[in-house]
């Protein structure tokens, strides 16, 4: 089954215990992005990247940071939580230019709290 | 990308039709329209996309005007499972070689729909 799979799905943590989201795709998709989810905010892109090793920021990266070192891994990074960081998170990932459609599979979300 | 309005709030009747409406009146000639749906809290998942044609797939219809200017989402026998926020987002496919920028997509605050027993 074609899927994205984030883990952990929920986590309360606190002030600064670095943290690292897992996200993988089973599609072969060059592109993944991060998204988290506020009320009244919507979805915003924190991270986007378009192969291995290629990666870049999205509208809100502050606090963030990502890699790829496999086409199918996008794990996000949080070195020092905060907070404000409490939020929805969402990996989604699709293919790219010859094959796009414009279709983005979404993970299920992972609810981060930090306290 | 072309902005667009939804009505923020919907109800419908259990195996009734339902039908979102979307407002684009500024799409390009080279934007797409495409539907996405977020059941509380879960991933958004994509419906449907269109150009200028009707389109039709498993999940729903798209109704797009001949003016382009505004279209209509149709979930032909509505279930209380597709109670959810649905999002109305115009884009142009991105031009390759451009950016990552380009894939983002860029969600509103949608439409929620209620499907009512």
């Known amino acids: 089954e074609a899927q994205v799979t984030q883990n952990p799905r929920y986590l309360i943590t606190v002030t600064g215990k670095k943290l690292t989201v897992t996200c993988s795709q089973n599609?072969?998709?060059?592109?993944m992005s991060w998204y988290r989810q506020d009320p009244g905010l919507g979805l915003r892109q924190i991270y986007y990247?378009?192969?291995?090793?290629?990666?870049d920021k999205g509208d809100v990266p502050e606090g963030y940071k990502v890699s790829r070192k496999e086409k199918r891994n996008f794990p996000l990074i949080l070195e020092s939580p905060s907070p404000n960081q409490t939020s929805l998170y969402f990996c989604?990932?699709?293919?790219?230019?010859?094959?796009?459609?414009?279709?983005?599979?979404f993970g299920e979300g992972s609810r981060l709290t930090v306290l | 990308d072309a902005k667009t309005t939804q009505p923020p709030s919907m109800d419908c009747a259990e195996g009734r039709a339902a039908n979102l409406p979307c407002n684009h009146s500024?799409?390009?000639?080279?934007?797409?329209v495409y539907w996405y749906r977020q059941i509380h809290s879960q991933g958004p998942q994509y419906i449907i996309h269109?150009?200028?044609n009707n389109e039709t797939n498993e999940m729903a219809s798209l109704i797009i005007t001949e003016d382009r200017k505004s279209s209509t989402l149709i979930l032909p026998h509505a279930t209380l499972r597709d109670t959810a926020v649905y999002y109305c987002?115009?884009?142009?496919?991105?031009?390759?070689?451009?950016?990552?920028?380009?894939?983002?997509?860029?969600f509103g605050k949608g439409t929620l729909l209620t499907v009512n027993p």
């Open positions: 989604a990932s699709s293919h790219r230019e010859g094959r796009y459609t414009g279709e983005l599979f």
């Open positions: 599609m072969n998709h060059e592109y």
């Open positions: 990247s378009m192969n291995v090793e290629v990666t």
């Open positions: 500024t799409i390009s000639g080279n934007e797409y």
């Open positions: 269109g150009l200028k």
């Open positions: 987002i115009v884009r142009a496919l991105p031009i390759p070689n451009s950016g990552g920028s380009n894939y983002k997509l860029t």
